[in-house]
């Protein structure tokens, strides 16, 4: 199957900094990619929806300022992390589709954040 | 958006039974997709069975097939002959233009 990989896999920041998890599709072009946030023992919940080379739309309640997401090519989607809080800390997964409607969706590894 | 339900937060199965994690959906769309993850520890998602919504045959994948109702919107899943991998949690999905996903229901399995 197609792979997407996340990358770092676990980050350790200070508050106030930022952070930059990076999200790659490897063997496929991802035209859309989307981002979710996954607090312990808890589902995933979708922060928003990156097409490539267009804004993202975020869901109601995501700080598009505090999660700067950026999808310049078909490869590849980032999420920024801004000016990051102790209560940002989250398990970050990011999936990919390809293309059309199919609901063919690939997830990353995920990227666990632990702000200080 | 499309809302996905999950009413069992944990359930227990015997090795070698079997077990039905219950999910329901709530879209207006007609055209859509549904599903069953899988989530170990590592966190990974592991997709298990994957349903469209215009198939009314109930799809299967070795131990595990789903018990769709469209009109109900009902989608279960049933995993038989359980096995001690088999132990995670487990998430019903159901994506039209994005993916929603359930509480997640976390299975254990007693050897």
């Known amino acids: 199957g197609a792979v997407v990989s996340q990358h770092p896999s676990w980050v350790i920041c200070k508050s106030g900094t930022s952070v930059k998890i990076e999200c790659r599709s490897l063997d496929f072009q991802a035209t859309t990619m989307f981002w979710y946030r996954q607090f312990p023992k808890q589902s995933l919940m979708l922060m928003a929806t990156?097409?490539?080379?267009?804004?993202?739309?975020?869901e109601q309640g995501v700080e598009k300022d505090k999660f700067l997401i950026n999808h310049a090519s078909l490869t590849l989607s980032t999420l920024t992390v801004t000016s990051a809080h102790p209560e940002d800390s989250s398990f970050y997964i990011c999936s990919a589709i390809s293309g059309g409607n199919t609901g063919e969706l690939f997830f990353g590894e995920g990227s666990r954040l632990t702000v200080l | 958006a499309q809302t996905v339900t999950q009413s069992q937060p944990e359930m227990s199965v015997q090795e070698a039974e079997t077990v039905t994690l219950s999910c329901t959906y709530d879209t207006s769309e007609s055209d859509y997709y549904l599903f069953w993850y899988k989530q170990p520890p590592s966190r990974q998602m592991i997709l298990v069975i994957r349903?469209?919504?215009?198939?009314?045959q109930n799809a299967t994948e070795n131990r595990f097939s789903v018990n769709f109702q469209k009109a109900a919107k009902s989608f279960s899943l049933k995993i038989s002959d359980s096995q001690l991998g088999d132990a995670a949690m487990y998430f019903c999905?159901?994506?039209?233009?994005?993916?929603?996903f359930g509480a997640g229901t976390r299975l254990t399995v007693k050897p």
């Open positions: 999905a159901c994506f039209n233009n994005d993916m929603r």
């Open positions: 990156s097409n490539e080379g267009s804004k993202a739309t975020y």
């Open positions: 349903q469209e919504a215009y198939k009314q």
